[in-house]
């Protein structure tokens, strides 16, 4: 769903001071080799779920390693773990885990 | 009490507490059945189910033939101790039938040598008939000995890793038999009433032993016998031996056509205690023996199931390649109950998750053939192309479903156990193929294949895999081959030759096309590529070694060209292959005959 | 002490280590498998970042070594080490008091990622065809048109976990940025877009390429990896990338799609190692004694490195390296 500009109570800042990383550590314990992720994208563009929805599966990661959290849930919902994206990493990231683990963290977080 | 000694309590106690065990089981799980598994029942009791499913527990539960098959010496270890049992037990109640009359009571002929009246005048036949049995089940119990020292020479190179439970009932089991040996024997001593092996040994023990101390130590060994024998039947309903019974409803269930499935429900209790953890499906998994995960295996998945400790780590990792489900002597659906354990820990799907789907359309063109590339083939373009140009040249009208993305097939989903949310996805796809008016449904993916057959329940709609159309195809004669002499090797990828039974098919093609020579592993044998979407727990580099492996094998064939037919084991054999790679569908299109009409 | 020193490769490495050499007094054999000298550099059009023609540094060399009377073996397609030598393809060994492996790189077979078409759609290119179009004169799509729309990706068979090669060409960014150029000088109303992920100017003016890349010929620098390709009824090529500065999938159909191929270890390597007892890094590449003073030293008595065999390296630094592997043989035989 697109975000209108209305929402002015939420701090626009991602702060690394506050946010909670607890999950975020847990995720990367399990899935250690997402800290290799580059940001190429390229999960992203092969998605295919991300090419039907605004899903983008490369900035809820980033968003999860930040500590936010917020929205994330619903949004890794719309994947259907193909795992196309896997395919296409250079990284060699098991990114299907990467899925299944942040809905674990986070379903009970 | 006639035929009465108070040795025979803990015998007695034992089984009484283990059939109470087992019928309470039993009678509550067939219960718990859901109604379409009872009328499954009722109707096939007096079918022609019912003797063969007899026959099945003859063969299977009392001679193991399977194992046989592994083993020879395994199957034999199995059948001895198990079908030497039943004979002894047998023999033993017609022995005390004869001798003490109608109306034995249960302990007097499992104890018979000590109830046994008297001296027989010119031997007894029932004795070197129960000694020559007591020397089979012997052996068996020596080869188990063996087993656990020496594996491998019984055809294993591992063997499984036992819990506690299991571990008395093995001990007890293990001093049963030497036990019931020395008892007999020293009665032989005093009543002379023993086999040739029984009756020798006693003789031996007359010749060198005090008449007061061969009392004694009588009547120690019949109530070391008698506890080691309530020990294993208190054990039993609790350890891996409920097998030995359950097997036999499972048999019969089985031949009614009950099975497991997408949910879990209590026939898989009947499977899950079947299991006698022998771990033959150990050495068939290649986590073990590529990457040395050695307690994930479904021996062990089985076990934590049962004991309810299942962890995400064993549940998740494997491959659900099926080597060990078609090894499985007792025939456990392991993949099935392996997803539907998935099932049971994560299915609540937000009811609106997908519906993202609906009103999307990105399929082109029209025909009364489909083609379903599915994801992964889209990253395999060369299949694509191929594809294109065998419809072509068999002048077929396709339908694309989704050669410009669409939704996934849903197995994916399923397999990762979120049944109800893959299932939305299905009828989306299921949709979408009614409105475009398809009569057959083409798909160059196994895992979309296996789905679209099993679960979608597409009426009016055949389903075939790429191999299966083309070889109709050529069958029919719409397209041909130009014959040529390389040499190929075939991978069969698990989802289409142990998952859908296609194993014929692409050899067909290919000796159309070429000579074809044979991995070390092949058809039902065949190895995972590694790459199986059903693991989510092992990373890429263990991915690598296992494809790597598989590879290897691949290329010691001595092919020019190594050929499969799914576009996941494709991806996996090119990383690690030196020789060419091919999808089936690039052969035949580079093979194409181009007619002059 | 034999002065006789083997060198096995002529490419610009090579050829520089025989010129140092033969200065010092030694007496260099170079076996180049191929008909010509010149190595990789013989297919190459114009080098970055000052768009010198190729020409301009192997001829002086090619004339160098003529000049200097040096024995070359042409088609001479080295098998494997010997005890002080080379063994040639038919058995022949060539023998000296040291050998310097000068054998180079591969470059990536971007058959391999077959998603991105090379091979199977008409106008996937890679930087090599790219050169020899130029060198040929005559850049075109395969349709023979004239492209409007070109896509450049970076990183085909670098960081790529997937075809095992986890380390960085180094070569390529500063490459995809002088194609870009060039296509633009050629083609001034094309469009030009490079997809990368990170730009890495690590050389001299390289950096200053970079920024009159897009500021004197406006290419469009777009971060992210294209994850697929595929071919249009017309016989262009749709990509697929997430534009991540963004942060939305991104789609284009080009003319033409430019694969900025890596470099690989070359493949006689292990064979060398095996037969010299030489280590093959994880890479791919041989490994050097060590990355500093040891950097052309191979750890074994006599044998020596210079240029790509050991890492993917610029031609400035595979021509230092033939200079400077001239001074450690030339030490090691007391020349």
């Known amino acids: 769903m697109p975000q209108f500009g209305f929402s002015i109570s939420k701090p626009r800042a991602i702060n690394l001071d506050t946010n909670d990383q607890v999950p975020a550590e847990r995720l990367l314990q399990e899935v250690p080799e997402l800290k290799t992720c580059i940001a190429c994208g390229g999960c992203t563009a092969t998605c295919t779920a991300g090419n039907l929805t605004d899903f983008n599966f490369r900035k809820m990661h980033t968003l999860v390693r930040r500590g936010e959290y917020r929205e994330v849930y619903e949004q890794m919902d719309k994947c259907m773990l193909c795992g196309k994206c896997r395919l296409v990493c250079p990284r060699g990231i098991n990114t299907r885990a990467v899925v299944i683990k942040i809905k674990r963290v986070l379903g009970d977080y | 009490m006639a035929y009465y000694d108070s040795f025979v309590i803990p015998f007695l106690a034992g089984t009484v507490f283990m059939f109470a065990v087992i019928a309470w089981k039993w009678c509550r799980w067939i219960w718990l059945l859901p109604s379409e598994d009872k009328r499954a029942i009722s109707k096939g009791v007096f079918t022609s189910a019912t003797p063969k499913a007899v026959w099945e527990v003859i063969s299977e539960s009392l001679l193991h033939r399977k194992i046989f098959r592994v083993n020879p010496l395994l199957g034999y270890m199995h059948m001895s101790l198990a079908f030497g049992w039943f004979l002894l037990i047998v023999v033993g109640w017609i022995e005390a039938a004869v001798e003490l009359g109608a109306g034995t009571p249960l302990h007097a002929h499992v104890f018979f040598r000590y109830f046994d009246p008297g001296a027989h005048a010119g031997g007894n036949p029932f004795a070197t008939v129960m000694d020559l049995l007591l020397l089979m089940v012997l052996s068996g119990v020596v080869l188990a000995w063996f087993k656990r020292v020496r594996s491998r020479a019984m055809g294993m190179k591992r063997t499984t890793r036992h819990v506690l439970v299991d571990r008395v009932a093995l001990t007890a089991l293990w001093f049963v038999f030497p036990l019931r040996l020395a008892a007999e024997s020293f009665m032989a001593a005093i009543k002379h009433n023993g086999g040739f092996l029984t009756g020798g040994l006693g003789d031996l023990i007359a010749a060198h032993m005090d008449p007061a101390v061969i009392a004694g130590v009588n009547s120690v060994l019949w109530w070391l016998y008698s506890f080691a024998l309530g020990t294993f039947f208190v054990a039993m309903p609790f350890s891996r031996y409920m097998h030995i019974f359950t097997e036999i409803p499972l048999i019969f269930l089985r031949r009614y056509k ?122 395999t373009p060369v299949t694509l192309r191929s594809m294109e140009r065998i419809f072509a040249a068999a002048g077929e009208d396709v339908w694309w479903a989704d050669r410009d993305g669409a939704s996934c097939c849903g197995r994916p989903l399923k397999l990762s156990g979120e049944v109800n949310a893959a299932r939305r996805i299905m009828e989306y796809n299921k949709e979408q193929f009614a409105a475009h008016g398809i009569s057959t449904l083409v798909t160059s993916c196994p895992i979309c294949l296996k789905v679209f057959r099993e679960d979608y329940a597409l009426e009016g709609i055949e ?65 995972c ?54 999808d089936i569908s690039q052969i035949v299109a580079e093979r194409l005959q181009v007619s002059g009409t | 002490m034999d002065k006789r020193v083997v060198i096995i490769g002529g490419g610009v490495a090579g050829m520089q280590a025989a010129l140092a050499l033969k200065e010092r007094g030694a007496e260099p054999v170079i076996l ?94 890679t930087t090599v065809d790219v050169e020899r179009m130029f060198n040929e004169g005559r850049v075109a799509t395969a349709q023979g048109g004239v492209p409007q729309r070109i896509a450049f990706l970076h990183c085909v068979g670098s960081r790529d976990e997937k075809v095992g090669a986890h380390h960085c060409s180094k070569v390529c960014c500063i490459t995809g940025v002088k194609q870009a150029i060039e296509m633009k000088e050629m083609f001034p109303s094309a469009e030009i877009y490079n997809f990368y992920m990170d730009i890495r100017m690590f050389g001299p003016g390289y950096e200053e390429l970079y920024r009159r890349a897009q500021l ?65 890094a994880d890479n791919g590449f041989m490994q050097p004694q060590d990355s500093f003073l040891g950097n052309v030293s191979s750890g074994r008595k006599g044998i020596f490195y210079a240029g790509t065999v050991t890492a993917p390296k610029n031609i400035g630094e595979s021509l230092n390296e033939g200079v400077a592997v001239a001074a450690r043989v030339a030490s090691y035989l007391g020349l």
């Not at chain 2, 000796?511 to 074809?516: D, H, N, V």
Request: hydrophobic share 35%.
């Open chain 3, 216 to 280: 004197e010929y406006n290419i469009n620098f777009v971060r992210g990896r294209i994850s697929e390709a595929s071919q249009t009824i017309d016989g262009r090529v749709q990509i697929k990338a997430e534009d991540t500065l963004v942060g939305r999938p991104l789609k284009m159909t080009v003319d033409m799609l430019v694969l900025i191929v890596g470099m690989k270890g070359g493949s006689r390597n292990v064979a060398f190692a095996g037969s010299g007892g030489l280590t093959v």
């Open chain 2, 529 to 582: 590529c590694g790459s199986s979407l059903a693991n989510t727990v092992i990373d890429d580099g263990q991915q690598l070694r296992i494809g790597a492996a598989m590879t290897t094998e691949l290329e010691r064939t001595g092919a020019g060209c190594i050929v499969t037919a799914c576009p996941l084991c494709k991806k996996a054999i090119v990383r690690n292959a030196t020789l060419p790679v091919a």
């Open chain 2, 463 to 527: 389903v075939l895999h790429h191999t299966e159309y083309i070889l109709r195809l050529l069958e029919q004669g719409r397209i041909a081959l130009n014959a040529g002499d390389t040499v190929y090797t075939y991978h069969d990828p698990c989802e289409l030759g142990r998952g859908s039974g296609i194993y014929d098919e692409p050899r067909q093609i290919l000796g159309m096309a070429g000579k074809l020579v044979e991995p070390e592993h092949s058809r039902s044998d065949a190895m």
């Open chain 3, 32 to 125: 180049e498998k191929e008909e010509r000298l010149g190595g990789k550099l013989r297919d190459w059009h114009r080098l970055f970042p000052t768009f010198t023609p190729a020409a301009e540094v192997l001829e002086p060399l090619r004339e160098g070594i003529a000049r200097a009377g040096i024995e070359v073996r042409t088609g001479a397609e080295v098998e494997c080490l010997s005890e002080g030598g080379a063994v040639l393809r038919g058995g022949e060994c060539i023998e000296g008091g040291a050998t310097v492996i000068c054998s180079g790189f591969d470059v990536f077979d971007a058959r391999i990622k077959e998603e991105y078409g090379y091979g199977i759609y008409d106008n996937v290119f």
């Open chain 2, 258 to 379: 009950v099975r497991s499935g997408d949910h879990t429900k209590s026939f898989d209790n009947f499977q899950i205690q079947a299991c006698s953890r022998c771990g033959i499906c150990i050495d068939p998994c290649q986590l073990q023996r590529d990457l040395g995960i050695g307690d994930v295996q479904s021996v062990y998945f089985l076990r934590d199931r049962r004991y309810g400790r299942l962890s995400d780590k064993v549940l998740d990792n494997c491959l659900m390649c099926g080597r060990c489900e078609v090894k499985c002597p007792v025939g456990i659906e392991l993949n099935t109950l392996r997803s539907n354990s998935r099932q049971e820990r994560v299915d609540s799907p937000a009811l609106t998750r997908y519906d993202y789907l609906k009103g999307t359309d990105r399929s082109s063109g029209s025909g009364r053939v489909g083609y379903f590339a599915g994801c992964m083939t889209l990253l």
